[in-house]
């Protein structure tokens, strides 16, 4: 069975730095492209980067854009998201996806991902 696993989410002050991780098995990762999405309580879920099969491709959401940085390690099977500069309002649920779309651009809609992990706590105090 598929399943992706976050990991490194915590408390940190405004101003700090967290690597999240994201274990996937199952399935044949080098194939998918990756996403990272967060959701906040009472807001919808957003998209916060991606990174196609090769990791030739990246994007961001503008509000991280400059401070986070996706990557990936195919021979470990996991997609990494470097968080920093962090800000109060980059607290959130943090959830990787997995995306069998086969094409060039990468996609930010969350109905478009196959997979899901459970996600990881980040709190980011003032």
């Known amino acids: 069975q598929v399943q992706l696993v976050e990991s490194g989410g915590g408390l940190v002050q405004a101003g700090g730095s967290l690597r999240l991780s994201c274990a996937a098995s199952?399935?044949?990762?080098?194939?998918?492209?990756m996403g990272w999405f967060r959701q906040a309580p009472g807001k919808e879920r957003e998209f916060v980067a991606a990174?196609?099969?090769?990791?030739?491709?990246?994007y961001y959401a503008d509000s991280v854009k400059g401070r986070f940085t996706i990557s990936r390690d195919n021979s470990k099977n996991t997609v990494y998201l470097q968080m920093n500069s962090l800000k109060p309002e980059d607290t959130a649920v943090y959830s990787c996806?997995?995306?069998?779309?086969?094409?060039?651009?990468?996609?930010?809609?969350?109905?478009?991902?196959?997979?899901w992990g459970q996600g990881t706590q980040v709190t980011v105090s003032s």
């Open positions: 996806a997995a995306d069998r779309f086969s094409g060039t651009w990468l996609r930010t809609n969350y109905r478009n991902y196959d997979y």
């Open positions: 990174i196609t099969w090769s990791g030739g491709n990246l």
């Open positions: 199952g399935l044949t990762f080098s194939t998918y492209a």
